[in-house]
């Protein structure tokens, strides 16, 4: 999901796509440092931030202009939430120029509201096709988009750069742009593609004749429409110079290798890692150690600066750590190495225990290199919506968990995402283990607590999706009493995470409705502001009363509140549709544990409930507590939760 790019917000994660396609108002920032010219050493200098700022603001106030769909999620947005934007939009550019950044303001992409159908008659507005919403229902999809070729899309081009010129007083001159991002043009032809980035680009220049257009290259990367004509084509159409195309996935897809350097165009090697702002421990270090270094260093490189572009941040602070200092190394970096003294770092304090955990996740959860892409689909937050019928299981006798593992689907469906697991859980339990041990000389570190917390909850996460699966193997044994057992423990173990999670700020789910709340200026706009707030975490808004979102669980969380508020009360459900059926003799009935969990959601979502936004509760006590009950084998306890 691309409709935004390489941004993450002042207060946390940022849901790319919210409104595909509509016309609305985010505050986007990101720190790109960029290289250029070289020094006496014949090395290149860091010369300055590129940051992306994006703005937008439009009313939308009658029906034929918005269309069904701005006013049906969630929306409209009233005035006073604009205004406010506006001035902090103006805050934000007043301090980037400060610090000496280098703000990216958006260029119109061609997205119009369906008035200007009736406006301009002759003019070239398609309906664009179905992204990701259910059965096609026009209020979620198909806007309209102004085809780049008409004179229509200059002339609004060149006011809307105008206007912001008007609002902010100054411009960088530097623009985003992505018309294409995941939307197909409608033909191959790379005349036709050129001419619609020439005109793009005419629409920026008609505006500001030192316009440069920065264009996110995710569209290469997940749209194979983008063969190498066609790609050039769109490349090429822009003047040498006046185009920057950021690599959006290179630490696990890099581009500029299999472009021949985007065919001469300058570009910024990003690092992507996040999806939705997921909670999940991954990374791939060693990529990130060198992949700027080698893009750098590559014959005829056409790189010019290095990158963030996260979906969400606030998770798995050493990968931005890592990141964060590829914008000054000329070298690549010895993990290994930067790692012990990460650990020092971020702990105060050098322990050898604590050095050798972090060497095995370094060897594990951020090693992953399986290409795949990393968005959590854990059973706890990701639940499966499918009929267990479906659900095989292959039994591994070398798994860490004593539960069977090798979960597969029977048949592929748009249903279930299995979970993603890349590494050796008993490594990573081993890890843990070597945590807690140094507990006592770190747990007054806050960063510690945070980090124990997060690997206590990763390795259940992975525990509980296997306890899953086992639940399922009960079910199709036709087993009633261990269904129910299993269920229960399941449930038991969802409970006993959100436990977890309460101990540390980080994983709360206060904070988060709370900072939507702020934002109201009365009674009306809270309500209205907390249930965008808890839809965009849960099912979205274009389900039916028995079909789920397409989209349900993106933006998930393993939050404490949510996992007991929600998460626990919808695997409930499934597991007792799951007992149903068995003492019934009954096939699954898969469109009633929908229409109840869809009910559940909406009402979850219209709830007006008060969660923490502090902590409670000891993270070593709890995480010990946590590893004696489910990961100590020698316990008698824990011998049987696994039985």
């Known amino acids: 999901m691309r409709a935004f790019s390489h941004a993450f917000t002042l207060e946390g994660s940022l849901f790319r796509g919210l409104f595909r396609g509509a016309i609305t108002k985010m505050q986007l920032l990101l720190a790109i440092p960029s290289l250029g010219g070289t020094g006496k050493d014949g090395k290149r200098k860091l ?6 700022v994006s703005t937008c603001r439009l009313r939308l106030r009658d029906k034929r202009l918005s269309g069904r769909k701005y006013s049906r999620w969630g929306g409209p947005l009233p005035q006073s939430w604009f205004d406010n934007q506006l001035i902090l939009q103006k805050k934000i550019l007043a301090r980037m120029y400060e610090l000496g950044m280098t703000p990216v303001l958006p260029a119109f992409s061609g997205n119009v509201p369906a008035a200007l159908k009736y406006i301009f008659p002759s003019a070239k507005i398609t309906r664009l096709g179905n ?3 259910v059965k096609n229902d026009l209020k979620w999809c198909c806007t309209y988009l102004l085809d780049a070729t008409d004179s229509l899309f200059i002339e609004i081009g060149k006011a809307f750069i105008k206007k912001q010129l008007q609002e902010y007083g100054r411009t960088s001159h530097i623009y985003n742009c992505d018309t294409f991002d995941e939307n197909t043009p409608p033909i191959d032809d790379p005349e036709y593609i050129s001419s619609l980035g020439a005109a793009t680009f005419k629409g920026m220049q008609s505006g500001d004749d030192d316009a440069v257009w920065l264009m996110q290259g995710w569209l290469f990367s997940y749209d194979p429409f983008w063969r190498p004509p066609q790609m050039k084509a769109l490349l090429h159409s822009v003047p040498v110079g006046k185009l920057v195309v950021l690599d959006l996935f290179a630490e696990v897809k890099p581009i500029w290798v299999t472009s021949e350097q985007f065919y001469g165009v300058p570009y910024i090697w990003c690092m992507l890692h996040n999806f939705a702002g997921n909670i999940e421990m991954y990374g791939i270090l060693d990529a990130i150690a060198s992949g700027p270094i080698d893009a750098r260093t590559s014959i005829n490189s056409t790189m010019v600066g290095v990158g963030m572009s996260m979906e969400g941040i606030e998770q798995n602070p050493i990968v931005y750590d890592l990141m964060s200092e590829m914008a000054f190394q000329h070298k690549k970096i010895d993990v290994k190495a930067w790692i012990d003294m990460y650990s020092t770092r971020r702990y105060g304090q050098s322990l050898p225990l604590i050095k050798e955990g972090w060497n095995v996740l370094y060897h594990t959860i951020y090693n992953c290199t399986d290409g795949a892409y990393d968005k959590n689909r854990d059973v706890i937050v990701a639940f499966p919506d ?3 019928s479906l659900i095989s299981v292959q039994h591994d006798q070398s798994h860490h968990y004593d539960i069977p593992s090798g ?9 279930f995402d299995r979970p993603h697991l890349w590494y050796s859980t008993s490594e990573v339990i081993y890890a843990l283990e070597l945590f807690i041990n140094s507990g006592d000389e770190l747990s007054r570190s806050k960063t510690y607590r945070y980090d124990l917390v997060d690997l206590t909850r990763q390795v259940l996460a992975k525990y509980a999706n296997e306890l899953f699966f086992k639940v399922t193997e009960a079910y199709k044994s036709h087993d009633v009493h261990g269904t129910t057992l299993l269920s229960q423990r399941f449930l038991d173990l969802v409970e006993d995470l959100d436990t977890l999670l309460a101990c540390h700020d980080g994983f709360l789910l206060g904070p988060w409705l709370e900072s939507a709340k702020k934002l109201a200026q009365n009674e009306e706009q809270e ?9 965009q975490i849960t099912m979205w808004f274009d389900n039916t009363k028995e079909e789920a979102s397409l989209l349900r669980d993106y933006g998930n969380k393993y939050w404490s509140g949510l996992l007991h508020d ?21 096939d699954f009935k898969l469109i009633e544990w929908r229409k109840e969990w869809i009910k559940l959601t909406n009402e979850w979502q219209k709830s007006r409930n008060i969660f923490p936004v502090e902590s409670k509760g000891d993270a070593l006590i709890t995480s010990r507590w946590l590893f004696n009950k489910y990961l100590n084998f020698t316990n008698p306890e824990t011998k049987l939760i696994q039985e």
């Open 47 to 52: 010369t300055g931030w590129l940051c992306r």
């Open 131 to 133: 992204w990701f919403s």
């Open 386 to 388: 499918v009929d267990p």
């Open 407 to 415: 979960t597969f689907i029977k048949e592929m469906t748009d249903t």
């Open 527 to 535: 309500r209205q502001f907390e249930w965008n707030a808890r839809t």
């Open 566 to 586: 929600y998460y626990g009360p919808r695997a409930a459900i499934y597991f007792k549709y799951l007992r149903e059926s068995l003492e019934k003799g009954k």
